[in-house]
């Protein structure tokens, strides 16, 4: 299966491991990810604040790329993917894009990482490279705002209880918690100009987590990971709150169910120690 | 007991079709169910919570919606858009409030975040991409001098030890695309 690929500024940076674990993975799933050549910001939170037009170009630019490469387009940022999604809408209503007089076709998808991989694999081609499953683990699957919301704009179904990422993870052999936080903000969006915030929000979640009975969270958004993975020690020295909570991208955790010799590198990148508790469950 | 009484609204329907012509959002159709305001993460921070800011908007009080701290508060997780029954795109709504309030200027106890989007956005108009390391570091910077920076040093540096920063910005063929996206959007705001 080929599709095309959109990283995304922070997958090249702060979000480094869910870059190179999801090329990994799609590998081993023989997906093959054409990057989109040249590609460019797609504006993230900041343009649609501050320009409704200047939001639009800066992500249809990429999606008109993406149609000339005639693929789907997968997407694993969630930010990105709500921008990208956004604009694919403006172009499917026709809007014109700004230096390109041609209309849109709307011939490819954008789809979001976890929701490619689950609905194209589903759950027994997932089981099926299984070699490590992943008992022991109870994680949650924290989705964040943006993989699903707003419905009208990404086509979620189940806005209010997604389950790809609960499936992969059940596939993966985790003993996945319920728990009513799944698509609770975690004010990523807040944590460099209103970090007093976000971090009442990040505690939030990692209390439900913990009370839903788990031993870590599994993410699939970049904010949401560097939220939630780098301000635990902040928390621990500010409120005296010890979570010591490692924070997976689904990707991660595919990888080393899959026995991916990579596992080592991606998690050296986590802030919050995310090896130990693969350890005592014989995992790593 | 002395009470004062509140400020008088002075209702103001221009504004209200101000709002609505520019977010492309009907806000008349709010009734007030404040479903909006229960499921926002951030009500408690906010000084007007959502279903009054829209009611606010409703009355046509403009500055009561323009100064208030919610539209910088709100971190546009959308959770009041997706739930709205008379399908406001309240985060959307939002994002209006704040362009208007970014061109009537923004009073100083409310300045990070704007300072926050605009050089966010000045990283993908210089390198295409936003360049994270660099981005942060002008931010800390611009919005709290050599204190700001000095405050997010140990997190960076920690940052850099496990390999999560690109150092040198890309170089794309794209740039002067993305220069030309920018130049276009500013030359309408200003027409």
Redesign the interface.
């Known amino acids: 299966m080929k599709v095309s690929y959109y990283p995304g500024?922070?997958l090249?940076?702060?979000?480094?491991e869910y870059g190179n674990s999801f090329r990994e993975v799609a590998s081993s799933l023989t997906i093959e990810l054409e990057e989109l050549p040249?590609?460019?910001?797609c504006?993230?939170?900041?343009?649609?604040?501050?320009?409704?037009?200047?939001a639009f170009?800066?992500a249809a630019?990429n999606l008109m790329i993406a149609d000339r490469l005639g693929k789907d387009l997968v997407v694993p940022c969630a930010a990105c993917y709500r921008r990208l999604k956004q604009a694919e809408k403006g172009l499917i209503e026709r809007r014109p894009v700004?230096?390109s007089p041609g209309k849109y076709p709307n011939k490819i998808h954008v789809k979001h990482s976890a929701d490619f991989i689950w609905e194209a694999c589903g759950e027994k081609a997932i089981r099926g490279k299984v070699k490590r499953p992943l008992e022991g683990l109870k994680p949650v699957c924290y989705y964040g705002?943006?993989t699903v919301?707003?419905?009208k704009v990404t086509g979620a179904q189940n806005?209010e209880d997604p389950q790809a990422l609960d499936g992969i993870m059940k596939s993966l052999g985790a003993n996945v918690k319920n728990w009513s936080y799944k698509?609770?903000?975690c004010?990523?969006?807040?944590i460099?100009?209103?970090p007093e915030?976000a971090k009442k929000?990040v505690r939030q979640l990692f209390d439900m987590a913990l009370e839903a009975g788990a031993n870590c969270v599994v993410v699939s958004c970049p904010m949401c990971h560097s939220n939630l993975d780098?301000r635990q020690k902040?928390i621990l020295r500010e409120n005296g709150d010890r979570y010591d909570l490692p924070i997976y991208y689904f990707t991660e955790l595919m990888g080393l169910a899959f026995d991916e010799r990579s596992i080592g590198k991606w998690l050296?990148?986590?802030?919050t120690d995310a090896r130990t508790l693969l350890r005592q469950q014989g995992l790593l | 007991m002395a009470t004062t009484a509140p400020p008088a609204i002075v209702p103001g329907p221009a504004f209200r079709r101000q709002i609505q012509q520019l977010s492309g959002e009907k806000i008349s159709a709010c009734f007030q169910c404040e479903k909006c305001t229960n499921g926002c993460?951030?009500a408690f921070?906010m000084d007007v919570v959502p279903h009054r800011l829209v009611h606010s908007l409703q009355l046509g009080a403009l500055n009561e919606a323009l100064d208030s701290d919610t539209i910088w508060?709100c971190?546009?997780?959308?959770?009041c858009?997706?739930r709205c029954p008379n399908d406001i795109?309240i985060?959307h709504v939002m994002?209006t409030l704040?362009?208007l309030s970014?061109k009537s200027g923004v009073k100083e106890s409310q300045k990070?975040?704007p300072?926050?989007?605009?050089t966010?956005?000045s990283s993908?108009r210089t390198f295409?991409?936003?360049?994270?390391?660099s981005m942060?570091l002008l931010?800390?910077f611009r919005?709290n001098g050599i204190t700001g920076v000095r405050n997010q040093a140990g997190?960076g540096l920690?940052?850099v030890r496990?390999?999560?920063?690109?150092v040198v910005p890309?170089r794309?063929?794209?740039g002067r695309?993305?220069k030309?996206?920018?130049r276009?959007?500013e030359r309408?705001?200003g027409a």
Not at chain 2, 115 to 118: G, K, Q, W
Not at chain 2, 128 to 133: K, L, P, Q, S
Not at chain 2, 162 to 166: I, L, Q, Y
Request: with cysteine; glycine share 8%; proline share 4%.
């Open positions: 500024c922070s090249d940076g702060t979000a480094r040249d590609w460019t910001c504006g993230a939170s900041s343009a649609h604040v501050t320009d409704d037009g200047l170009s800066l630019r700004e230096g705002c943006l919301r707003p419905p806005p698509t609770d903000c004010g990523g969006n807040l460099l100009t209103r915030l929000l780098t902040e050296s990148g986590h802030l | 993460p951030l921070a508060v971190a546009s997780c959308e959770t858009t997706t795109d985060a994002d704040r362009q970014v990070q975040v300072i926050f989007h605009s966010f956005l993908i295409g991409r936003v360049h994270e390391a942060a931010f800390a919005s997190l920690e940052m496990k390999g999560k920063v690109r890309h794309l063929r794209a695309q993305v030309d996206i920018f276009r959007s309408k705001q």
